[in-house]
């Protein structure tokens, strides 16, 4: 790395630092539900992530109770397809649905980097608990999260992203190889973009 370079790379590294330990100083406690909406039942989310994955029941039905128990449960959800990849700098690049319960869907798009000691590249499906989301334009700022905190069983791994009160859990199921501990966020955006940023 050149000598002009380490400066934008620790400032990065700082701001996403900042990012976190404001996520983590509130993500203790469990959201209550967005004003005006349903919220989905435990059986709901269930069934919902068990059509989408269509497999692995038994180990996705313990991330789900783990996410369930410790945020409760969800005014929406996010269903969709993610890629990404690092070589201690990451990036990854996503789209899906955002479904309200009872409501119509809306494409939502997602991309973000990582910093860390983070290696690999991966494709996978996601499907993602969102809690305390008002409405679905609020969904469009920055997440942070600490990938190396996710919990992991039988090919399904969740961790919390989280920007004010909203947290999402995103669950994921597929094929690759990517491991390591990164610090980075999802940035949701209403249309497709290259930049992760």
Not at 17 to 40: K, N, Q, V
Not at 49 to 56: H, R, S, V
Not at 58 to 73: A, C, M, R, T, Y
Not at 117 to 139: C, H, M, S
């Amino acid at each position: 790395m050149s000598q002009m370079n380490k400066p934008c790379a620790w400032t990065a590294i700082a701001v996403l630092t900042l990012c976190l330990a404001g996520a983590a100083a509130s993500a203790g406690t469990a959201p209550a539900p967005a004003a005006g909406h349903t919220t989905y039942s435990d059986d709901e989310v269930a069934r919902a992530a068990n059509d989408f994955f269509k497999n692995g029941a038994q180990d996705l039905g313990k991330v789900l109770q783990k996410v369930l128990k410790e945020k409760g449960q969800p005014v929406a959800i996010i269903r969709g397809e993610e890629a990404g990849g690092a070589i201690g700098v990451g990036v990854r690049y996503g789209h899906g649905e955002l479904v309200y319960k009872g409501g119509g869907g809306r494409k939502v798009y997602w991309q973000g980097p990582s910093i860390g000691f983070d290696l690999g590249a991966n494709a996978v499906k996601v499907f993602a608990l969102v809690y305390d989301l008002p409405t679905a334009e609020r969904l469009f700022r920055r997440f942070p999260g600490v990938e190396g905190s996710l919990y992991f069983v039988g090919g399904f791994g969740v961790n919390y992203v989280q920007s004010e009160g909203t947290v999402i859990a995103p669950v994921r199921l597929g094929v690759g190889w990517r491991q390591g501990l990164s610090i980075g966020y999802m940035n949701f955006s209403s249309k497709k973009r290259l930049n992760p940023f």
